[in-house]
């Protein structure tokens, strides 16, 4: 029998749930209300359909290994060289072409716990050994992270903002982070949330790629409305991007997704739209939660983290029950909480709702 | 400065050339005729096409990570079980993920030379030492590959029809090889264009599945005619596929590729229709060859080598600036050949027209 590697045997296979269309039809579900998995609820882009309905003819022919004409657009845009960009099959696929590329296994990377799981999991597939830093107040704590800089360290993550959480880390902590780490320590800050995050203490950390050892990662999956067709690009210093093109394969971003992100970056209008009514959306949450007496943790993100107690799991299962899918968040720890996207007007009040329904049961079946 | 691998570091990084589009600008072609690729020259399945014209608004949703629809209808057209099936971001990505399961730095790999380049940039990006067993007659010596399994061996790729020969190797051959394959070994049969290969003596290799050490792929890429939007399945004992899924991203294959490749799966006139366009070409050429006094190698595929002599490289550039595009073959050690893939009529027509007055051009020059 052929054997995996050594690295890979306790690591878990990911075994996907079924898909919503599938548990609607085994539920008999009528309405479905998805706020799962952060995205954005009001389409893609009308210019991003606009290019699709006319490229789709043409999927017989390979993909634009470079991203000639993306790559040209967005490098204009961000005020940085074609060589400083690479693209990949959504940021996901970036984390683990950074992982590749640069870490050996028994190196070490530090990651936030909890945090977006890939960090972790595109680590260990490398046989990379992970040093978790508790966040604080659900906040990533840069200082105590630098304090775990050893010999062995390769690599640090920094989701900002980050997911489940939806908090961010300033500018001012950013920089004084940045100091403490080494140039021979890769800083990858994941910001597949940048077009949400409007905090003006909010770094552009794209603005440190000059000292050789920062990644910055953005993604068509979220405010593009793209998540899908799979897009996500970094920026970075042309030898770390060189390194990662290395393991990159030259077929990996499909025609489809550079055609509709092309055309989704022009559409200016369209990004201040959703985010217009993510921010709607989020302030009619925030305050219905307070109604219900509910924590929640304030996001700088497309969705929020709301504090459902011991009964977490009961009320998850309820909603889902009712037609309203939310992310439990268990698997992050946070076993009393739920992350909930952002809908449309319609869907958070449905949640809500629906939410609420549960919640005076419950409270009678106790009294 | 962060430094890539040890492994990495003599690995040159591929530069993608211009998209077509810009050298047809550039170079002011008014008729440019793409047979580079092994691309399907007559386009996407028309039922593809259908399902893509209503799933591209639903692209701000991620795909399903378990390619659930696709694999249960697959499934069922192969008569394998859903475990036995993984789905890649084409299946180069396959390869890629076989290695990263499979292989260590320092275990090696047998590859024919020449054959598919991505055998060997996938080991190399391991850290994994290829041995290279030359083509006898321009296919495949799978008695010289048995010959050169060694206890350091750990994977074994044949393509099947070969890229770029378009020869394969015969249902007595691959028995008797597989005989010689100890159990530990993977052995990896890349039938991208299994569907073109139609001789008797074709193997069925799926049917060795049992063995525990074959993993067969197959694409959406050619017949399908779906390169665009990147989509390859491997079917293997449960084991293996177990393996490559724990190095896979959730996301890896996007929503509008399932839904292309659920649709095409069943367009099988499509298919039919396809083939025997590509076949008609094929004849056309080879009698074309015959008449211009050109050695041509028998091809089981969409595409055809064939030997242009010492001045290939130079026929190859009047071919490009006429506007037709064949792949040369030096880099695959073959500088005498050019690779043409077979495409509509009128573009075989063309290719041929425009080939017939360089070699006339030329045979001038030399009297």
Request: neutral net charge; glycine residues 8%.
């Amino acid at each position: 029998m052929v054997e995996v590697r050594k690295e890979l045997r306790d690591l878990e296979v990911y075994v996907p749930g079924k898909p919503i269309e599938e548990l609607q039809r085994e539920m008999n579900l009528k309405h479905v209300v998805k706020l799962a998995s952060n995205e954005n609820a009001f389409g893609p882009s009308p210019k991003a359909l606009d290019a699709l309905k006319s490229a789709i003819y043409n999927v017989n022919r390979y993909p634009d290994s470079g991203c000639y004409y993306l790559r040209r657009r967005l490098a204009g845009i961000l005020g940085v060289d074609e060589g400083n960009l690479i693209f990949g099959n959504g940021s996901d696929e970036l984390i683990v072409l950074a992982v590749r590329a640069f870490l050996e296994a028994g190196d070490e990377v530090i990651v936030a716990d909890p945090t977006f799981l890939i960090y972790r999991i595109a680590s260990k597939a490398a046989g990379v050994n992970t040093v978790s830093v508790p966040l604080r107040n659900m906040r990533y704590d840069l200082e105590a992270m630098a304090s775990r800089i050893s010999a062995r360290t390769r690599m640090i993550f920094v989701a900002n903002p980050d997911n489940p959480t939806g908090t961010y880390v300033t500018k001012g902590e950013v920089e004084a982070f940045i100091e403490k780490v080494p140039e021979d320590i890769l800083l990858f800050f994941d910001e597949a949330y940048y077009e949400y995050a409007q905090g003006r203490d909010y770094p552009d950390t794209m603005r440190y790629m000059g000292r050789g050892n920062i990644v910055t990662t953005r993604t068509f999956s979220k405010i593009y409305g793209l998540a899908g067709l799979r897009l996500g690009y970094g920026v970075a210093d042309k030898r770390i991007i060189d390194g990662m093109n290395k393991v990159r394969e030259p077929f990996n971003v499909n025609l489809l997704a550079q055609e509709a992100a092309l055309a989704a970056l022009d559409d200016e209008e369209y990004v201040r739209f959703v985010r217009a009514e993510t921010d709607k959306g989020k302030k009619f949450l925030y305050s219905e939660f307070e109604r219900l007496g509910l924590e929640y943790v304030p996001s700088a993100t497309n969705f929020v983290l709301v504090k459902l107690g011991s009964n977490s799991e009961e009320i998850y299962q309820r909603l889902l029950r009712s037609g309203v899918i939310v992310r439990h968040m268990k698997a992050w720890g946070l076993g009393e909480y739920v992350r909930v996207t952002i809908g449309k007007d319609d869907e958070n009040r449905f949640f809500i709702k629906t939410l609420e329904t549960i919640l005076q049961d419950k409270s009678k079946n106790l009294t």
